[in-house]
């Protein structure tokens, strides 16, 4: 009978000891999203100039797992981080209303009113201490598209805070908004299909 319970004992503490480091390992820090620094921007080319559009409201949160190398010292990425972003269509602006509401349009704000974002995979460069490979699913229009690009985290405030940024190059076509062609004085503007989007994304820890 004392074995029997010196047995149950001893796993029963194994498995007590097996639950914490799982606990441990699944431990997260949260970092959330600040306007003050954070900036997305979209360039393209149209038949009478460049154009581009900024935004400063980039919305989410960043959750990276306790032992995420924000030292620059190991490159290994153990878990994913969970990092969901959102941006209001209509906080995108060029500077000029008249462009402002052929893109809202174009982009069906009334229906479709944020562009989301979330981390599917990060996959550290060689011999580039925080920059990283990422893939990701972007919903723009309603269309949601896997998208891969370089991105680098900078810690700040001994990581308290950190700074992602990163630039990928897509097609107005690939998320079914067809390029505006609005009438102007001059005739009618065409607006080129490729643009590039760049940001930079300021988190911090609360």
């Not at 960043?62 to 153990?78: A, I, N, Q, T």
């Not at 004085?185 to 300021?202: C, H, Q, R, Y």
């Amino acid at each position: 009978m004392m074995k029997l319970t010196n047995t149950s004992l001893g796993g029963l503490c194994a498995a007590l000891l097996l639950t914490t480091g799982a606990v441990q390992a699944a431990e997260t820090v949260t970092y959330w999203a600040q306007i003050k620094g954070s900036k997305i921007t979209v360039a393209g080319d149209s038949s009478l100039h460049a154009w581009t559009v900024e935004a400063n409201l980039i919305g989410g949160t960043m959750k990276l797992s306790s032992d995420f190398p924000l030292d620059g010292k190991s490159s290994e990425v153990k878990v994913v981080p969970e990092v969901n972003v959102r941006i209001p269509v209509r906080n995108m602006k060029s500077g000029k209303e008249g462009m402002d509401n052929v893109m809202m349009q174009a982009m069906n704000q009334g229906q479709h009113k944020y562009i989301t974002y979330k981390l599917t995979k990060l996959t550290p460069k060689a011999g580039k201490p925080m920059e990283y490979d990422s893939t990701g699913d972007l919903t723009v229009n309603g269309v949601t598209k896997s998208v891969s690009m370089p991105v680098k985290l900078e810690p700040l405030d001994g990581g308290k805070s950190v700074k992602v940024s990163g630039e990928i190059a897509m097609k107005m076509t690939d998320f079914k908004i067809t390029p505006p062609r609005p009438k102007i004085a001059l005739g009618l503007l065409t607006v080129d299909d490729n643009i590039k989007l760049t940001f930079e994304w300021m988190t911090t820890q609360k």
